[in-house]
């Protein structure tokens, strides 16, 4: 009786670890939104990412970053940072067609700032 005791007390710890981590990997799924709604980060044109063409893209993002005096890295980096962040938090919902965009602004910015593609 005392081995029965033990497995049954094994699965419920192992019940218990696994009902702790759920809400902990639901909350984490929304960080980038808390990161959109709280960041500090430099200024950028409104819906910039879902309306504009790549050169438009570029450009918003190189004034933005060139005047933000709230940034950690140069001003390309800023830039390109706040380009793939919004790129990754699209992940898969994000059009084939826009991320041809962005791929295409990620160019286009390099250019801007006299980076080699």
């Not at 029965?4 to 670890?17: E, L, M």
């Not at 009902?19 to 990161?35: D, F, L, N, Q």
């Not at 970053?65 to 898969?92: C, D, E, H, V, W």
Request: charged share 30%; proline share 3%; glycine share 6%.
């Amino acid at each position: 009786m005392a081995a029965a005791a033990k497995t049954s007390g094994k699965r419920n710890t192992s019940r218990q670890k696994h009902a702790r981590a759920k809400p902990a990997a639901t909350g984490s799924k929304r960080w980038s939104h808390h990161v959109m709604e709280t960041s500090d980060a430099m200024d950028i044109k409104k819906d910039i990412f879902k309306e504009g063409n790549a050169q438009e893209i570029a450009d918003s993002l190189k004034k933005s970053s060139t005047r933000s005096n709230r940034r950690k890295g140069t001003p390309f980096q800023s830039a390109m940072s706040m380009l793939n962040f919004y790129i990754n938090r699209a992940g898969r919902n994000l059009p084939k067609s826009r991320r041809t965009v962005l791929d295409n602004a990620k160019k286009r910015l390099r250019e801007a700032f006299g980076r080699k593609p």
